[in-house]
């Protein structure tokens, strides 16, 4: 079973139209918890950082919450564009040491006219 | 600054053939890794390097082999390729702790 799900795992919204996508996790304890972005045969690109004290995190029209105690994180794209379809990934950046980062399967999104 | 750059783009390979997937980098970060991404799985850790001469074992290391020589360069060995290494492999880069970098990936087939 995957320590970090994500849903949906696919999303069809229209333009200008608003949408939430979740991250649940069960890995403990961590550091930072990411979203990143990965366009069609791209390499993912990193949307937001917070650490386990922060609540909310905006970059643009994306805003990343995050609940420790329920170990839920969100994304919120707000107004969204045609160029926001893509594979949205959360990832959990492990304490520890070394360089364990555990990553989601991703939600496919696709913004449509 | 290029960023993190990967060759080659793509690869087809026959089974038991050996290749080196290069990977660069120009911001003078001392964390490199490489992970792997298939169809409907979370993209997995293969080898990272905290250093120049520090490599280490991600979670599917079989198959694999690193080298850390310079803190630019990360390539990744495919010692005997198999059919079940097709993939699609991203090198990236950080500083500790924070934002990772992504190369642009290389798309592998081993027939």
């Known amino acids: 079973k995957n320590q970090v799900e994500q849903s949906p795992q696919s999303l069809i919204i229209l333009e200008g139209k608003n949408c939430t996508l979740q991250?649940?996790?069960?890995?403990?304890?961590?550091?930072?918890l990411r979203w990143y972005k990965q366009d069609t045969g791209r390499g993912p690109v990193s949307l937001t950082i917070m650490t386990f004290s922060e609540n909310t995190k905006s970059n643009g029209r994306y805003t990343a919450t995050l609940d420790a105690d329920t170990k839920q994180s969100s994304l919120h794209i707000t107004a969204s564009q045609l160029s926001d379809s893509a594979s949205y990934i959360c990832?959990?950046?492990?304490?520890?040491?070394?360089?364990?980062?555990?990553f989601g399967t991703g939600t496919q999104l696709k913004v449509e006219l | 600054n290029a960023g993190v750059t990967q060759t080659p783009k793509f690869q087809v390979l026959k089974t038991g053939q050996s290749m080196t997937l290069q990977c660069a980098q120009d911001?003078?970060?001392?964390?490199m890794s490489w992970y792997r991404q298939d169809p409907g799985m979370g993209l997995r850790l293969i080898h990272y390097s905290v250093g120049a001469g520090i490599t280490d074992q991600g979670e599917v290391p079989n198959g694999y082999n690193v080298s850390r020589s310079t803190t630019e360069d990360f390539p990744l060995r495919l010692l005997s390729a198999a059919p079940s290494q097709t993939s699609v492999y991203f090198c990236a880069s950080s500083t500790t702790g924070n934002e990772q970098f992504f190369g642009p990936g290389t798309r592998l087939t081993v027939l």
């Open positions: 991250c649940n996790y069960t890995v403990s304890p961590f550091s930072n």
């Open positions: 990832v959990v950046w492990l304490t520890g040491g070394g360089n364990k980062l555990t």
């Open positions: 911001m003078n970060h001392e964390y």
